[in-house]
């Protein structure tokens, strides 16, 4: 309907039916916008506008979707005076208006809510009001009764907070939580609004009583991205850094931040900085390399040794937060810089005892008050000296596992291994001193990780180079150093302290780098004796995987201690649980094996990735391999001619791979010279069993593996000796059978070896029921006595036999 159906009507009821409409259109357009979040601009112009256009449309008979009163109206004509008088008496405000009693509404009820100590409720009405003031200030200033708000807010929060601590009767948990939730909430907010603060504070009445300015909006122009930031920087007058410089003294320093604008830091405000830089710490878009060279000019201008300690925790967390994820490593010039900067923390602290940096400290609510310490008593300050060492370690064997092993670039980084050491040194002797003692048991399970698998020389050069390094007053009380040092008690004493601690994983740890170093050193009774009164065996299955990867090394380890002792049996059964498995590199954490048909997710293998050790802490596969099959092969090669055409032959098997190798070996047609070490070996056991000993021994001499263990010619000369020996026991038990007696003599000299020697050894073949003969001493030969077999009844209890040895011998440690 339009206005041509009211004849009649009036010019006041035209302009009351205008501000009717204008009223409620401007009362949706409110409300739309507290629903809806959105950040609209308002103008005197834009409004004007809009009551221009909807005077045009009623001219033209249209009516807006929300102007239905209006339309009513009309459609009544004059026969309602009574609903004209309602309508003249309606109030047009504006957005700002309501705006603002909306605010005020939020306070009376925080105040009511403070009335009752719910802070529940406080915490939702004042996200509630910080969502309003956002709106508010892009339109013009703060509003005063919101500065006023916040201030007794933070004054009624403190109180709260001082009273419940000298309150027996605590406060329930849910409005605890609330009101420690709130807490930071309300410091983070309140310094945004410092200026407006203190001026209240100073004059409360005169605060609320200034006539507020009005601030023409002007509508913002649109810029090509990036075109902010030029005309920020343009603005800036040249020289103005300087001058901010010049002004503040030596004491400060000013950059340029964000938006071109100047930010100057003096010791007075380095807390509020460190508080911004650490709220700033995960979040996007925040540049960390503008952070670390602030905080490198803030240790600059920090004056007390508080400050340096605070400047100096964010700055080397911060650096190694540059490390994007746990598959790259930190760059070596940022490792190198936070190595220095702990360096310098460890010699503030040592200089001043009484600023202690521990774990179990609480953090600085109030920064603007330095605590000192007072009556002898020294000042707690948050943090962890002893994670940022672990960290600097974790992050240097990462470099080591990403850097290719075969280039120059790696030796250089090994380099930095000394200082790394010295640092671990220097952090040990400082938490001495403060009784830091889990501090102390981390960092020596650290400094001994780096010191197991060298050998005694490399030992105490590092520990030479490491202590010159330090100052002269640096000792430690656990591990003193003197100049005829010895690596073994050095071990020794690191080993022991963490003995006698109560974690159990720092107690596994070091009992395995103890066996590891003793095996290293052919101190095999000690290395076995050590790892059997442990049980480790019992319960390795149960542990991490990187003590799991410990405890392989050391295993494998031992077993290449057994073999250059000439104990061909024991190390053949110490590395048959690893060489057995066919996975010794994943097991030893020297490589990722790929397994046929396995499927193996990326994310498993990065995980597997960063397990790997370093190149320089590996073992070697080829020698492990090689002393693995000559050991299986001067005892399988006896126990298969002992054998014979047995049926239950195959099913006895000392070592299952040996055994695989061999007859694949020997179902080739054609068999060139040996090109590798596993050729060597085979053809070695293939004239071993054949009787032919000395071809057996010059080609296992023959591998050139064996010049990477010290002491080369002894232990060729000790396999030389048991190839003879088994060569002589394989002998008797192919051709004994078609002996009645066999001279000692002959026998010795067959195998060129002294008629004692090969008399000992009949004698033990004899006394161990491996061969049915007797030794004649008045003819100095071996009676064998014929016919003598075994029934199967009587195969059936020597297996049964073996089989419960082997059961005891299992449980025998556990």
Not at 605 to 613: A, D, F, L, N, V
Not at 744 to 759: C, N, R, V, W, Y
Request: aromatic share 8%; proline share 3%; glycine share 4%.
């Amino acid at each position: 309907m339009s206005r041509f159906f009211a004849g009649g009507s009036s010019d006041s009821e035209s302009e009351s039916s205008e501000e009717e409409l204008y009223s409620e259109s401007e009362e949706e357009k409110s409300e739309e916008e507290l629903s809806e979040d959105e950040d609209e601009e308002e103008s005197t112009e834009e409004d004007e506008s809009e009551a221009e256009s909807s005077d045009e449309d009623d001219a033209r008979g249209f009516l807006k979707p929300g102007a239905k009163a209006g339309a009513s109206r009309f459609l009544r004509g004059e026969e309602s005076d009574e609903s004209d008088e309602e309508d003249s008496k309606r109030i047009v405000k504006s957005a700002k208006d309501k705006r603002l009693e909306e605010i005020d509404a939020i306070i009376r009820t925080i105040d009511n809510a403070k009335k009752i100590n719910d802070w529940v409720h406080i915490s939702n009405e004042f996200d509630k009001l910080n969502k309003l003031i956002t709106k508010a200030s892009q339109q013009g200033d703060t509003p005063k009764l919101y500065i006023k708000a916040i201030t007794e807010l933070e004054d009624f929060m403190n109180d709260t907070i001082k009273t419940e601590k000298d309150s027996k009767k605590k406060m329930n948990a849910t409005n605890a939580r609330a009101l420690n939730s709130i807490k930071q909430r309300i410091k983070k907010n309140n310094r945004q609004y410092e200026d407006l603060i203190t001026k209240f504070r100073a004059d409360p009445d005169g605060f609320m009583l200034e006539v507020e300015e009005i601030i023409e909006s002007v509508a913002p122009v649109k810029m090509r991205k990036g075109a902010e930031f030029e005309a920020a920087a343009a603005a800036i007058r040249p020289g103005a850094a300087a001058d901010a410089v010049e002004d503040t003294g030596d004491a400060a320093f000013a950059t340029i931040g964000r938006g071109g604008r100047t930010v100057t830091i003096t010791p007075e405000s380095i807390f509020k900085q460190l508080r911004s830089i650490l709220e700033a710490r995960g979040k996007k878009n925040t540049d960390k390399a503008e952070q670390i060279r602030n905080m490198e000019r803030m240790f600059d201008v920090a004056v007390t040794v508080y400050q340096k300690i605070r400047v100096l925790l964010v700055l080397i967390a911060t650096r190694f937060d540059l490390t994007p994820s746990a598959s790259s490593f930190m760059p070596v010039n940022q490792w190198k810089s936070a190595q220095e900067e702990i360096t310098k923390l460890l010699d503030i602290l040592e200089q001043n005892l009484l600023y202690v940096v521990r774990e179990d400290a609480g953090e600085a609510d109030d920064d603007e008050q330095e605590p000192i310490p007072k009556d002898g008593m020294p000042v707690k300050i948050f943090g962890s000296v002893i994670s940022l060492v672990e960290r600097l370690d974790d992050e240097f064997t990462r470099s080591l596992q990403n850097i290719d092993p075969h280039t120059p670039e790696y030796i250089d980084r090994l380099k930095e291994e000394s200082a790394l050491y010295s640092t671990i040194i220097r952090s040990q002797v400082y938490f001495e001193k403060t009784k830091l003692d889990s501090s102390v048991n981390r960092v020596l399970v650290r400094r001994l990780e780096l010191l197991y698998y060298k050998p005694e020389q490399l030992i105490l050069t590092v520990e030479k180079l490491a202590w010159s390094s330090l100052p002269q007053n640096v000792e430690s009380q656990i591990t003193p150093y003197s100049e005829d040092e010895d690596a073994s008690r050095l071990i020794n004493s690191i080993c022991v302290g963490l003995y006698n601690q109560d974690n159990r994983l720092f107690r596994t740890r070091a009992m395995l780098c103890h066996v590891y170093h003793h095996a290293l050193h052919n101190r095999y009774f000690h290395a076995r004796d050590l790892l059997l009164m442990s049980h480790l065996q019992a319960t390795i299955h149960t542990a991490d995987i990187s003590t799991q990867i410990l405890y392989n090394r050391t295993l494998v380890q031992v077993g290449l201690c057994a073999f250059r002792e000439g104990m061909i049996s024991e190390s053949q059964q110490a590395l048959q649980e690893i060489c057995g498995t066919g996975r010794v590199k994943e097991l030893l954490a020297q490589g990722i094996q790929m397994q046929r048909y396995a499927q193996t997710s990326p994310e498993q293998e990065k995980i597997e990735r960063q397990r790997q050790i370093p190149f320089h802490m590996h073992i070697n596969l080829e020698l492990l391999e090689c002393v693995y099959l000559t050991s299986s092969m001067l005892l399988e090669i006896p126990f298969m001619a002992q054998s014979g055409s047995s049926p239950d032959a195959k099913k006895k098997t000392i070592s299952k791979p040996f055994r695989r190798m061999l007859d694949y070996h020997e179902r080739q047609v054609f068999t060139g010279p040996p090109e590798n070490t596993r050729d060597h070996i085979m053809q070695a056991s293939k004239a071993l069993a054949a009787g032919d000993w000395c071809t057996a021994r010059e080609l296992i001499r023959a591998i050139k593996i064996w010049d990477l263990i010290p002491g080369t010619d002894k232990i060729k000369d000790m396999l030389g000796e048991k190839i003879q020996d088994e060569g002589l026991r394989t002998y008797l038990f192919t051709y004994g059978q078609f002996y009645e007696t066999l001279s000692i003599p002959s026998l010795a000299s067959m195998f060129d070896m002294s008629e004692g020697k090969a008399t000992a050894l009949v004698s033990k073949t004899i006394s161990n029921n491996e061969i049915a003969a007797a030794l004649d001493q008045k003819t100095n030969a071996i009676a064998f006595i014929p016919g003598v077999e075994y029934s199967r009844l009587q195969n059936l209890a020597l297996a049964l036999s073996d089989k419960a040895v082997q059961l005891i011998d299992s449980y025998k440690y556990r």
